[in-house]
């Protein structure tokens, strides 16, 4: 598509349930980001997949968040047991590998854990 | 590690009046600087960037000077309006250290007649 494409773009969760988020990042991009927004806060670096390599993790905050990838396509982000200090939106962006343009971002969800 | 400082928010101007949002930087190499901005409701957009010292980025009426003596890049407008209002963020890449970008806390600007 033309952008990145994020979904849910909003959604409401009980505490302790599992929630998925999806992002489509544009065609061709072969790196794909997650970042997290806290209210009133910056963004937080969560995970990266390059092409084929491993996905670096250094940002996931704990055992229960997991992202994957297929090919240089859709990426799932993956809470688990949610938390309300998990409420915040999440921001997916994709780039061209190599390219230091920066990224394009898209909507994100915005999940909120009652 | 790398970093990127931003002055705390919010900034509030008055139409017309000129903007500099500063931010200031530490890397362990030779990083491109960004800064993106998100209007209320939005998603973040890409403002403008600097690849190598000295490069100027502009885009809108916004302009940023990639300074590596002082390892600056502060954001500045002449002349600012309403539609301005947002959120500002500082950013840097190392190309080759995973492509990651590294942001600041953001800036608040709200812009007032």
């Known amino acids: 598509g033309a952008g990145v494409s994020q979904s849910p773009s909003n959604k409401v969760t009980e505490k302790g349930k599992d929630v998925e988020l999806r992002c489509d990042p544009i065609?061709?991009?072969?790196?794909l980001y997650w970042y997290r927004q806290r209210l009133g806060q910056g963004l937080e670096f969560l995970i990266y997949?390059?092409?084929?390599?491993?996905?670096?993790k250094s940002g996931l905050p704990s055992d229960r968040f997991s992202a994957e990838r297929t090919g240089e396509s859709v990426s799932t982000l993956t809470i688990q047991r949610t938390q309300q200090e998990d409420s915040a939106v999440y921001l997916c962006?994709?780039?061209?590998?190599?390219?230091?343009?920066?990224?394009?971002f898209g909507s994100g969800t915005r999940l909120t854990v009652v | 590690g790398n970093s990127v400082t931003q002055m705390e928010g919010p900034v509030t101007l008055s139409e017309e009046a000129f903007l500099t949002i500063n931010c200031t930087y530490t890397?362990?190499?030779?990083?491109?600087l960004f800064w993106y901005v998100q209007y209320p409701g939005e998603g973040l957009q890409l403002l403008l960037k600097?690849?190598?010292?000295?490069d100027k980025g502009s885009n809108k009426g916004f302009e940023a000077t990639y300074r590596k003596e002082t390892t600056s890049f502060h954001l500045e407008k002449g002349s600012v309006q309403v539609s301005d209002s947002a959120v500002y963020f500082c950013?840097?890449?190392?190309?080759?250290?995973?492509?990651?970008?590294?942001f600041g806390t953001g800036t608040q600007l709200k812009v007032e007649l």
């Open positions: 962006a994709s780039s061209l590998l190599g390219q230091v343009y920066g990224y394009t």
């Open positions: 065609s061709g991009h072969t790196a």
């Open positions: 997949f390059q092409g084929n390599s491993a996905p670096d």
């Open positions: 890397a362990t190499g030779y990083p491109s």
């Open positions: 600097a690849t190598k010292a000295d």
């Open positions: 950013a840097l890449i190392l190309t080759g250290g995973g492509n990651k970008l590294t």
